[in-house]
């Protein structure tokens, strides 16, 4: 499918897209850019064919595939070496969480000559580092793509690319994708976030240990806020509109609960817990890798 790859910063996410490839024997060469030294030597265990480069510079120019995985504040320091190097034969692509923001920034900063279009694997866990990495993490798993104008070919060639990684790919506009997972992502995680501050500011008042009476629910969340801090700060700035409006309708809703509670509205809160149940055995039944999701156009 392609002769030669980059992948440009190999977390958990990168070295799994690594591990992929590999397995697929998707192409000839990979080549790897990684700052982290840590994270170096553990790549170089992976497979002896990988070549790590320092730098992004003129042993780039005849890559034929990018794919980005840098938390979303790193972009901007990687274009100027894309529009340096890379030539109208490459396909680059990107793993953020949100896309109109990159969106944003392919039109001001990419060199008109370079082909961008924009992924977001739904897949992850919140580990971080590629010893992390899995060569089944995108298997039965959804891949959004960004529509893109007049790149019809290089849209069919990226959505092979996923496929190929065991990814079922559906295409959407940056607004609805960064609207949806608003929602369906990135407010969960700062649920979690904000639950585990919540508990350590009750343990700080009132002067007792409660994490070591922590029960299921906040294990849970616990899991959740243990993802990548630098990631999630990243996709919260860069969703702030969509996140600044569901969190004013959480806020409202968490009211609503609390005015039941207090109340005793017991029918109105037994009807809230019924229909959140409902949809938590809708999620189940629906699976990500079964169904084709209600949104996009799948491909």
């Known amino acids: 499918m392609f002769k030669n790859i980059l992948i440009i910063g190999c977390g958990m996410i990168g070295s799994s897209v690594l591990r992929a490839v590999i397995t697929q024997k998707i192409c000839k060469q990979i080549y790897i850019f990684e700052t982290n030294l840590k994270h170096r030597n553990q790549i170089r265990g992976i497979n002896k064919k990988i070549v ?9 120019k005849n890559i034929d595939f990018v794919v980005i995985s840098t938390p979303m504040s790193q972009y901007k320091k990687i274009l100027p070496h894309l529009n340096n190097f890379l030539s109208n034969k490459t396909l680059i692509t990107d793993v953020g969480s949100t896309k109109k923001n990159v969106g944003k920034l392919i039109k001001q900063k ?46 069919i060639k990226l959505a092979r690319f996923w496929k190929k990684l065991g990814s079922k790919v559906v295409f959407m506009q940056e607004e609805e994708h960064d609207k949806i997972f608003s929602v369906t992502s990135h407010l969960p995680h700062l649920i979690a976030y904000n639950l585990i501050k919540t508990a350590q500011d009750f343990q700080k008042n009132n002067k ?51 005015a039941d509670i207090n109340k005793k509205r017991n029918l109105l809160l037994l009807d809230k817990l019924k229909k959140s149940k409902k949809v938590r055995q809708q999620i189940l039944l629906l699976k990500q890798d079964i169904r084709k999701p209600d949104f996009g156009r799948e491909n």
């Open 52 to 60: 790590i480069i320092k730098k992004l510079d003129e042993k780039i």
């Open 208 to 258: 007792t240990n409660i994490v070591k009476y922590s029960a299921g629910g906040l294990r849970d969340f616990s899991r959740i806020a243990a993802s990548n801090e630098i990631m999630w700060r990243d996709v919260l700035f860069n969703n702030s509109k969509n996140m600044s409006k569901i969190i004013d309708l959480f806020i409202k809703n968490l009211k609503g609960f609390k």
């Open 110 to 155: 990419l060199s008109k000559k370079l082909n961008w279009i924009m992924s977001h694997p739904i897949s992850g866990s919140e580990a971080s580092g590629p010893k992390y990495g899995s060569k089944s993490l995108f298997k039965n798993k959804w891949c959004i793509l960004i529509k893109s104008k007049n790149k019809k070919f290089l849209e």
